[in-house]
């Protein structure tokens, strides 16, 4: 991995993985999927591997956390980035293989919706690495059945823009509940229960799956769509979080 500095970071409330991705030459940085109440964590983190951050990036509008992108930015002086088709806030929107350039290395952002309109899959070419968000997950995959959910349009994207990857690239998600780390393309299109069936059986094992309700959606999605809050870690703010009280106005 020669001329990247990476770090995976977990919350466990919301189980959500945070990636670091720095330009060991230049130094600049990207953030992907930042929850709003470790924005102090993740700053000290890219302070501490003497990395300027650049970019802060949702692979799509969340809704079981509230984004720290708007709070780095206050820390940082980065720039926000999230899909056009979210229809969120931020500083700069990305479609459908535009690219995100930090020093010398270079994100593909590839749309993959079907959990919600405005997800990408964010792919590091030179290093075998893709951030699938809630696209896919290991040996799993986003529900489909509310945000704009459609199974039939997820299981596309996924096998049109990340099962089509090479297979020893390394998939990276947004989420994990039971303690997994990464896993492989190759894996996902063996042993992924879901996305290994045919379109027909995925679409019924999508619709279901018994969910419960998002604990945090009433909350996570009104900030989320106005890039999150802009201060860092407020206490009003993290304690309205906390009892689940959406944004003023």
């Known amino acids: 991995m020669s001329g990247l500095v990476f770090r995976q970071l977990f919350d466990s409330t919301s189980s959500t993985y945070t990636y670091i991705i720095g330009c060991g030459v230049t130094r600049l940085a990207a953030i992907i999927d930042p929850v709003y109440e470790k924005v102090s964590r993740d700053v000290k983190m890219i302070?501490?591997?003497?990395?300027?951050?650049?970019?802060?990036?949702?692979?799509?509008?969340?809704?079981?956390?509230?984004?720290?992108?708007?709070?780095?930015?206050?820390?940082?002086?980065?720039?926000?980035?999230?899909?056009?088709?979210?229809?969120?806030?931020?500083?700069?929107?990305?479609?459908?293989?535009?690219?995100?350039?930090?020093?010398?290395?270079?994100?593909?952002?590839?749309?993959?919706?079907?959990?919600?309109?405005?997800?990408?899959?964010?792919?590091?070419?030179?290093?075998?690495?893709?951030?699938?968000?809630?696209?896919?997950?290991?040996?799993?995959?986003?529900?489909?059945?509310?945000?704009?959910?459609?199974?039939?349009?997820?299981y596309h994207s996924v096998h049109s823009r990340v099962f089509s990857l090479p297979e020893e690239f390394s998939v990276y998600p947004a989420h994990d509940y039971q303690g997994r780390t990464?896993?492989?393309?190759?894996?996902?299109?063996?042993?992924?229960?879901?996305?290994?069936?045919?379109?027909?059986?995925?679409?019924?094992?999508?619709?279901?799956?018994?969910l419960r309700y998002p604990a945090k959606i009433d909350v996570s999605v009104p900030w989320n769509m106005r890039c999150g809050p802009t201060v860092v870690e407020d206490k009003e703010i993290l304690a309205d979080i906390a009892a689940n009280k959406p944004p003023a106005n």
Request: with cysteine; net charge negative.
């Open 47 to 154: 302070s501490e591997l003497n990395l300027q951050l650049k970019y802060a990036l949702n692979t799509h509008c969340h809704a079981d956390h509230v984004t720290g992108t708007a709070a780095l930015r206050t820390a940082t002086g980065c720039q926000t980035i999230i899909s056009k088709a979210s229809a969120a806030k931020a500083d700069l929107f990305l479609n459908d293989n535009e690219k995100v350039k930090i020093g010398n290395l270079e994100l593909e952002a590839r749309s993959t919706p079907g959990h919600t309109d405005g997800c990408m899959t964010f792919v590091l070419h030179s290093h075998g690495m893709c951030f699938t968000g809630d696209a896919l997950m290991i040996r799993a995959c986003g529900r489909t059945d509310f945000q704009q959910g459609d199974a039939r349009r997820l």
């Open 182 to 210: 990464q896993s492989s393309v190759r894996e996902e299109k063996l042993y992924n229960p879901r996305l290994t069936k045919s379109e027909e059986e995925f679409a019924t094992i999508m619709e279901n799956l018994g």
